[in-house]
């Protein structure tokens, strides 16, 4: 069983930074891809950054690129987000997810129902 937990999270003006942190428990992080989704007031929840599981390749919705970055530290069990130059649209609770690594499987980055295991969220509000 995987248990993730975001955060970071908070209330910041239009063109800030914040950073937000997942922390994993269990023997499985080193061995998971990771993805960052959000989900805005009566929006479906919607795919922001992923990172492979050795993060060598990291991905982006076309609406963060440039202003997001994806990373993690498998040493410590935790994924991060930075995120700047934020705006008004980020509005959302974040959420971290996982699932496995598998050789010669395919990872459905952009995908939420392809992940296992998810985060309570983390509320990410910005002011105009």
């Known amino acids: 069983q995987v248990q993730l937990g975001e955060s970071g999270g908070g209330l910041v003006q239009a063109g800030g930074s914040l950073r937000l942190s997942c922390a994993a428990s269990?023997?499985?992080?080193?061995?998971?891809?990771m993805g960052w989704f959000r989900q805005a007031p009566g929006k479906e929840r919607e795919f922001v950054a992923a990172?492979?599981?050795?993060?060598?390749?990291?991905y982006y919705a076309d609406s963060v690129k440039g202003r997001f970055t994806v990373s993690r530290d498998n040493s410590k069990n935790t994924l991060y987000l930075q995120m700047n130059s934020l705006k008004p649209d980020d509005t959302a609770v974040y959420y971290c997810?996982?699932?496995?690594?598998?050789?010669?499987?395919?990872?459905?980055?952009?995908?939420?129902?392809?992940?296992?295991?998810w985060g309570q969220g983390t509320q990410v509000t910005v002011s105009s």
């Open positions: 269990g023997r499985t992080f080193s061995r998971s891809h």
């Open positions: 997810a996982s699932v496995l690594y598998y050789y010669g499987g395919n990872y459905h980055y952009d995908q939420s129902d392809r992940y296992e295991y």
């Open positions: 990172i492979t599981w050795n993060g060598g390749s990291t």
